[in-house]
């Protein structure tokens, strides 16, 4: 079957944008993580959903970052007012259930912000 | 503070010359370990999970070990398309959620 995707898979924000990024987990799959990835480092955790509830938001680096699962499926990960530093490649991963279960990742958005 | 660092951050092998990466690791807990894959430009592809110590895993070229303080990935006569970066995780019994602590990766390039 498909697997995670995201969209748009490059975006360019000039500082002060909000920008939104999607990600479509695989079908049934109950568990949504977003992490971070900066240029040449591993990705960083940012945020977790099971369905539709948000269970753990400890890596979201500012209040300017805001992630939703409303329906329990797609998945926006917002950052409004962005700053340079918020350059990097966005990943989202899902799980059929959380826990030990194995994290299939998307392409990832990479984000430019001049 | 859970912690997981790889070594050598880039290695460069000649096609058919065997090596092993590290993975070492600091976790309140360890629940599992994770080996991924990655290509430039995408996403991380999964390779393995290792729960205990002494625990092996083997696909194709590829060999993965666990101790109480570190993994090791051996790779096995490489070709070039073994050619990626290769990330080690660990994730801990209190992060019942399943959250991913990453390392920086290693990459690795073999030459025809």
Not at chain 1, 62 to 68: P, Y
Not at chain 2, 60 to 77: D, G, N, P, Q, V
């Amino acid at each position: 079957g498909a697997g995670v995707s995201q969209s748009p898979r490059y975006k360019v924000a000039k500082r002060g944008q909000d920008v939104a990024l999607r990600c479509d987990p695989i079908s049934g799959h109950v568990s949504l993580f977003w992490y971070q990835q900066a240029l040449g480092q591993g990705p960083e955790f940012l945020t977790y959903f099971q369905n539709e509830a948000q269970l753990d938001k400890s890596g979201l680096p500012s209040d300017r970052f805001f992630a939703e699962r409303p329906e329990g499926s797609v998945s926006t990960l917002k950052i409004q007012r962005t700053q340079q530093e918020d350059s990097a490649v966005y990943l989202c991963a899902s799980s059929q259930s959380g826990g030990l279960e194995t994290q299939y990742f998307g392409p990832g958005t990479r984000l430019l912000v001049l | 503070e859970d912690q997981v660092t790889q070594s050598p951050e880039a290695l460069r092998l000649q096609e058919g010359e065997s090596s092993s990466l590290n993975c070492s690791y600091t976790v309140s807990g360890l629940r599992g370990l994770f080996w991924y894959r990655q290509d430039p430009g995408k996403g991380p592809e999964f390779l393995f999970t290792l729960y205990s110590a002494g625990e092996e895993k083997e696909k194709e070229r590829l060999k993965a070990t666990l101790t109480k303080k570190e993994s090791f990935l051996h790779i096995t006569a490489p070709k070039p398309e073994d050619s990626a970066t290769y990330l080690c995780a660990v994730q801990a019994w209190y992060n019942q959620g399943g959250k991913l602590i990453f390392g920086q990766g290693t990459e690795l390039s073999v030459k025809p």
